[in-house]
């Protein structure tokens, strides 16, 4: 493909090419908020035969994403950090103290600043990506994000906590080599990264690259596998083994190095636009997370033009991945099973019924606890639901709760059971029938007075 699409003119170009939506980024410049979006991106999506489309992060944004449609991909980049209440769970115990978190706001101010709407703005197009399996490349915060939305989380400082837990110091950013600063990492075998760099590797699997954070992946999501690590151990690059066909429009991959910058020539790019991009390169594989981005992007753009009116509907909707297809079915099984353990509930009317409504209950409650905990495990770590999916999956959840709380009174009911059981054994038969015929007439009598009451009632 033709570098920016020589040759092109921009009418055409605007009508035939296929479309990625990047978010900007908000600074100050000269008292005044100024919008911008890494050259490094953009000269490399258009390289390669794609249009950037710019989503400025301005407040209401969010609830104008549908008048960007249609798009066929989404690059997430730079940003400040994650706000931690979009992933720390509250029955966590923080790792850091509240003197750690001010001198880490102190050491990187420019980026512990959280930007609720940045935020808003690029998880409701993660999400987007991530129910219709649209392309999606994140790099640095754009993996971060991509994380997040499917239930991970992160670490607020990576080398406070995660190089405290290994042992191992990696220096991650640097603010006096934005662009030189380069650490290793290990490359995961039969991945794309290993597909991407194969010609750079030696036994050890490593390379060098860039980064510029502080944050990271604590909890990886279920949904991705790792492509890398750092020698502390933290993930530098995921993707979705189900969501990973460049040349059928399936690409969900999140590094969190920045391979744009890994450049021997800054300015090779804009110098010589004829030049191949790989040139300029620490490696030939840096950027081919870009060219494999884009061929998936110009891919799904075809698939969605070939699909008649119903399926295109489908594709623009919900295409649901495998990942969710999978964790949906069981979600499904898991509260279906949830309905049995409440079934068993209105079975238990008394405590005559108490030992068989329990037995029945514990025989279901294990044979299908590991199913349930499928169901509550999906609840956990996917986060790509509407609001009236969440709260009918959390009364649904509720019953399941519940359950626990049934059973121990099912227990305690049937403790008081045997003990009565056992007073009475203990009885002669004289005592045993004149304390029937007593409660049999005290349930008469309530009978009466009740029938009574309801009909005053009236």
């Known amino acids: 493909m033709e570098r920016g699409g020589k040759g092109v003119g921009l009418p055409e170009l605007g009508k035939v090419m296929p479309r990625v939506l990047i978010v900007s980024r908000r600074t100050v410049r000269k008292n005044k908020f100024v919008n911008f979006v890494g050259e490094y991106h953009l000269d490399l999506i258009v390289s390669y035969g794609a249009v950037p489309v710019i989503v400025p992060r301005v407040t209401g944004v969010q609830s104008l994403l549908d008048s960007f449609e249609p798009f066929h991909g989404v690059l997430l ?18 790792a850091l103290t509240p003197e750690e978190l001010e001198e880490i706001k102190a050491a990187h101010s420019s980026d512990t600043s959280i930007d609720k709407d940045k935020d808003s703005i690029e998880l409701q197009l993660a999400r987007r990506c991530l129910e219709r399996n649209i392309p999606y490349m994140g790099i640095c915060r754009g993996s971060q ?65 860039n980064s510029y954070h502080h944050q990271g992946v604590k909890r990886l999501s279920q949904r991705f596998k790792p492509m890398a690590h750092a020698p502390d151990g933290l993930v530098e690059g995921f993707y979705d083994p189900d969501v990973y066909k460049p040349e059928e ?53 075809k698939k969605v ?22 964790q949906r079915k069981e979600l499904v099984y898991s509260f279906s099973l949830a ?19 329990l037995q029945a209950l514990q025989f279901s409650s294990s044979k299908s606890q590991q199913d349930l905990n499928l169901g509550a495990e999906f609840l956990k770590v996917n ?62 009598v309530a009978g009466r007075v009740l029938e009574q009451k309801q009909r005053q009632s009236v």
């Open 77 to 94: 980049c730079e940003g400040e950090d994650v706000d931690p209440t979009l992933y720390m769970d509250s029955s966590e115990t923080p």
């Open 145 to 209: 994000v991509l994380n997040v939305a499917c239930g991970g989380s992160l670490y607020q400082d990576v080398e406070r906590e995660l190089g405290r837990k290994s042992g191992v110091e990696v220096q991650h950013m640097d603010y006096s080599n934005y662009d030189g600063h380069r650490h290793p990492v290990t490359i995961v075998k039969d991945s794309p990264l290993h597909e991407w760099f194969a010609d750079s590797l030696q036994d050890d699997m490593q390379i060098n690259v």
């Open 249 to 301: 429009g399936k690409f969900i991959v999140g590094l969190q190095f920045h391979p744009e910058r890994m450049q021997h020539d800054q300015h090779a790019l804009n110098s010589d636009p004829n030049s191949p991009p790989e040139s300029v390169f620490d490696y030939p594989g840096c950027p081919r997370a870009y060219q494999e981005f884009v061929k998936a992007v110009v891919a799904y753009k």
């Open 305 to 326: 033009e070939r699909a008649s009116g119903a399926e295109k509907t489908r594709l623009r909707l919900r295409e649901l991945s495998p990942w969710i297809e999978k």
């Open 339 to 357: 309905k049995n353990l409440y079934e068993e509930q209105r079975k238990a009317h008394s405590v005559h019924n108490a030992n068989s409504a």
């Open 383 to 444: 986060s790509p639901l509407n609001k009236q999916q969440v709260q009918r999956l959390n009364q649904m959840g509720a019953t399941v709760r519940n359950s626990k709380v049934f059973k121990e009174t099912l227990e305690l009911a049937r403790q008081k059971e045997n003990s009565a059981r056992k007073w009475l054994e203990d009885m002669s038969r004289e005592e045993v029938q004149e304390l029937h015929e007593f409660y049999k007439m005290m349930v008469d």
